[in-house]
């Protein structure tokens, strides 16, 4: 069942990806170099294609399969810091009836690790924490979703390609917290959490 539901998740993800990669190419215009639709997008298909040869996996087994492509399929930052985090909620997953709660927790603290970075930089952590901070508190809404995207854009960019810019980041919303707002809406709509 749980397995199913992460297949569908990614189903979902990948659609979403697929129907806003121009506009996350956007958005890594001003404050990056306009890949990043372009990076997640080729990462996604690859995805795909893993996840039809494993029918039989467990939540854990696919979790990992879907960190070791977006690792080496990505490209770009985002690339590793999405990796790293999958690699370490596959990792988390101990009993049957996952708490993703504690799932999630486990994926921050590989970001954080791997990216040096933390709340407030303006990066995907500014999604990825309040939504951990909501399903902790027992219900994760697409309003915390919509507001944590958007509350990067008046924040000024102290990590990532995105810091280079300075103060000109500010005013413009991080394209790795959209990504990363696609991803837990597509998780709400596959009812994994
Ligand atoms: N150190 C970091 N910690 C967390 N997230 C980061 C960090 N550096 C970059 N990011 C995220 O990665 C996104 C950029 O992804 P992408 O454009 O694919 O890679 P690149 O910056 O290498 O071109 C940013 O919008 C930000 O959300
Ligand atoms: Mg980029």
Do not use: C
């Not at 080729?42 to 996840?51: N, P």
């Not at 103060?167 to 994994?192: K, M, N, W, Y």
């Amino acid at each position: 069942m749980q397995a199913e539901n992460i297949i569908q998740w990614f189903k979902l993800y990948n659609d979403k990806i697929k129907e806003n990669k121009s506009y996350l190419t956007e958005l890594d215009g001003p404050i990056g170099d306009s890949d990043h639709g372009a990076n997640m997008a080729r990462g996604m298909s690859h995805v795909m294609d893993a996840l039809e040869e494993e029918t039989e996996s467990t939540p854990a087994e696919l979790l990992k399969t879907i960190a070791m492509q977006l690792m080496s399929k990505v490209g770009g930052a985002s690339g590793a810091l999405y990796g790293s985090a999958f690699l370490g909620m596959s990792k988390a997953i101990t009993e049957d009836d996952i708490q993703w709660a504690e799932v999630i927790d486990a994926g921050i603290a590989m970001i954080k690790k791997r990216g040096k970075s933390d709340s407030g930089e303006k990066t995907m952590l500014d999604v990825w924490v309040p939504v951990q901070e909501a399903l902790h508190g027992g219900s994760l809404t697409r309003e915390v979703i919509e507001e944590a995207v958007q509350s990067t854009e008046a924040m000024k960019a102290t990590k990532g390609r995105a810091s280079y810019v300075g103060e000109r980041s500010i005013g413009h919303t991080d394209p790795g917290a959209a990504s990363s707002g696609l991803l837990f809406e597509a998780a709400i709509e596959a009812e994994v959490f």
